[in-house]
Structure formats: structure tokens, C-alpha cells
């Protein structure tokens, strides 16, 4: 990304794409066999946000205050699993969060349910209008977990780790799976945001 749309949007950037094969083709990693690629690594580093410099020899040296992106988009699963095939085990395709819908029926001709729409609107405005530091700059106060959710947390760490050290996940899988604590984390931080739970 240019700098200047990075270090005007410090709570990072959502990149939405209606077909991802175009997203992972167009990346330098996966083509030439990923020799020497820049896209790869700077999407790893997107995935965990955080302050970064950037110095350049136009713009002199730029503080991003957070490096950050997500990405969501569409892929058919049959075009999923060829591309997966040839990328590397670097950990980007185990930072995907992937969603199968069910098969396509037939067309059922319902009316419109305007108050969905209108719910999930409001909800997306909401979370846009979250701020995560006071007016000063300052970090607001940490969330917690309750002794319920620690409890659940705890259990199910314990299993994804007995999964890993039951040798019976290898190679791409494992470190899927691997990122599942990660993952757990940042659902619940989404769970709670948008039930007040």
C-alpha cells in the first residue's frame, strides 16, 4: 500500500475483493515460484498491525501508526484448494478465516426482510464509530475475560494443543491450527463488541 493511505487510516485498512484467486494471482510470491517476493512478507506484518516506520527517498522517514489490514473476499472452494497446492508454508493462507456456504438451492421467491438489513447497517456504523484511545492518544482500558470465558479459553487451548502434539495435524494444517489462539482472541473481541456480552 502507499504510505500516505496507511499512515491517513491508523486504524487500518479493509480490503475487499469479489474474487480472491485475482487477489493471490497478482501477488509476486506466487508467481516465478515466490523468489525474492516483497507482497508476501508486507502481508504477514498487515495481519498483526502495529506502528511502522517507513523511510523513502521522497518522503523522507513516515511513522504509520498502524500498519494494519484485513482482507475478505470470495473464492470458488475448487479454485481454493488448486491455489493452496502451490503456496508456500509461510503462514498467510493460515491467517485466512474461511466460511463454506451451503450449496445453492432453488430460488424461493421471499419478501425482503428490511429490518435485517437496516440492523446490520446500524451495526457496521457502530463498530466504525468505535475509537480505541481517549482524546489524548492514551490506550483505553484493556478488556478482560470473565472467570466463565478464562475457563473456556483455557480448555480450548488445551486441546488445540494436544491436537498439535498428537502429530495427528501436519504440515499446512498444523500451523492452522496453530493460529487458533489468535484467531479465538480477535473473535471474542468481535463477540463482545457486538453483543455487549
Known sequence: ??????????????????????????????????????????????????????DTVGRGSVVIPNWSACVIGAIQPDVFRKIADKLPTDGLLQRFFCIVGRKAKADQDRPAVERFAQDYGDLIADLHALRW??????????????????QERKAFFAWAHALLESGAVRGPMAGFVGKWEGLWSRLVVVYHIVTGK
Open 1 to 54: 500500500f502507499p504510505v500516505t493511505i496507511e499512515h491517513n487510516n491508523p486504524r487500518g485498512l479493509l480490503c475487499e475483493y469479489d474474487e480472491l484467486a485475482g487477489w493471490f494471482g497478482r501477488m509476486d510470491a506466487y508467481s516465478a515460484g515466490g523468489a525474492g517476493s516483497k507482497d508476501r512478507p508486507a502481508w504477514l506484518e498487515l495481519y498483526n498491525g502495529g506502528m511502522r516506520r517507513s
Open 133 to 150: 484511545v481517549d482524546s489524548s492518544g492514551r490506550a483505553l482500558a484493556p478488556l478482560h475475560l470473565s472467570p466463565e470465558a478464562a
